[in-house]
Every structure is written in C-alpha cells, then in structure tokens.
C-alpha cells in the first residue's frame, strides 16, 4: 500500500484555517468569565480539538468529496493531483473525526456535545446524500455554525465546568455564526465556474455575483449591528461603541467589493474579517466584565 507523505496530509488539513473556530473558542472562554490562567491546560486542550483536530477533519472530508469538483477549480490540491495516493484522502478524514469524538470527552458534556454537532454538520455539508454544500444558503449555514457558534459555545462550555453557558453568550456565538455565514459566502466568488459546471447552487450561482456579494455584506453587517445594540441594552456602552465602529469601517471594503465581486473579495475576506473577528473578541470581553449575564454588572 501506497502512503501520503506527511507534507501531503499536513496540506490536506489546512492549518490556515484552523484560525476561525480556535479564536471562536477563545471567544467562548474569554466569556465564560472563568479564569484562564488557572485553567490553561483545559483552554489548551480545547484549543486542539476545535483546530487541529475538528476543523481539520472538516477540511479532510471536504477535500475528498470535492475531489472532482477541485479537479476543475483547484487540480494542484493534493487528492486531485494525485499526491494523496489511493483513498487516503477518506481514511485521514474517518481517522481525524475519531480522534476528535475521543478526544472531546475530556471536555464535559456540552463540550462533547457541540463537537459532536460540528462534526456532524462537517460530513452533512459536505458528503452525499445530504451535501449542504450543494445549496450556498444550507452549505453555508452549516459552515459558519460550525466553525464560530459550536465553536464558541464549546469554549463556554468549557470553562464553565461542561454545562451550558449562559443565554447571553449563546445569543452573542449564534449572532457571529449567521454573519459567519456572509463570510463563508466571500469564499465562493473564487469557484463561480467549477460550481457552474459541477450544479453547486452557490450564491454566486444563484443570485449573480452582485446579488451574492450584496447578500454576503448585509448578512454580515446586520448581526453585528444586534451586538452593538445588545451590548448597548446590557450597559456595555464604550463595547457597543467599538463593535459598532468596526462594523461602520468594513463598509468602505463592502461598496467596493458589490462594485467589482470577483476581483474584490479576497479584499473584503484580508481586511474586512478581521474587523469582524476583532468585534467578537470585544463582545466577548464584555460578557467577562459581567455585563448580559445574571449576577454581573446587567441581568
């Protein structure tokens, strides 16, 4: 039997987009309100299952179900180039969730839990007969509750001894995963062809390039705007106020991404997302300073 070169595999996993769901977790820890310092092997471990691990065997399975799709798009990638011998590309994605689901029991029952979601919706958006993928409102949605609700609940859930967290951190994770969902679509500019050929109903493909890339900014735009009023309704004027003018500066990126998509959402996703993520990690910290949650500075 033929094996992968472990430069392969590590390339199959995607490392680069372990950022979303492990900063997502830190998200979630940081609102948990719980000490961190104390409890750094914990936060470690969570860390390593949401990147790793989790987010790595979505990447895995996405890449094998994909493979003919990619043969189009992307044919330097390692299963359609044939440097991922054989089905290889299968077992890594079979071995990794495993790994994942064991190594998620360590983190209470909750944690266990929203991991076993996040896989779950891995595989449904991906592998047949589901393939939410196939429709960018369903693929989408899966993706971006994946890797930034889950993720952050899981971070929570964590720090607060496997239980679930509080409502207002639910809320404020499940916000970020439907503007996530506007992020998730900036990724689909770059296949409009391949999809075209494939059926994939991206929303390029359903609704045009400039229908899609004005769907993508207002998705991303209005959850935000609840988070600054909900900060704002919580006390947490000068969080509100930071949140909000995150979300005013990403407009500038967004006119001209609806201006010229394809060209200009790889803009939107280097300078834009960052503004985005910064947002989530302001809110979380508003969460620790007590405000939204019972007993803290606003019930």
Known sequence: MEYPKLSTVAELLKP???FPPVWAFACGAVSSGQPLAAQWPLVLAGLVLTGPLVCASSQAVNDWFDRHVDAINEPQRPIPSGRMPGRWGLYIAIIWTVLSLVWAQALGQWGFYACALALLLSWAYSAPPLRLKNDGWLGNAACALSYEGLAWITGAAVMVGGVMPAPSIVVLALLYSVGAHGIMTLNDFKAVQGDLQMGVRSLPVQLGVVGAAKAA???MLVPQA?????LLHWGATWHALAVAALMVAQWPLMR???ASPVERALSVSAFGVPM???GMMVSAWALRLGYGLAGGTVA
């Open 256 to 258: 001209r991404f609806i």
């Open 276 to 278: 985005y993520v910064t």
């Open 217 to 219: 900014c207002w998705v």
């Open 226 to 230: 609840c988070v600054a009023w909900l």
């Open 16 to 18: 680069v987009t372990w």
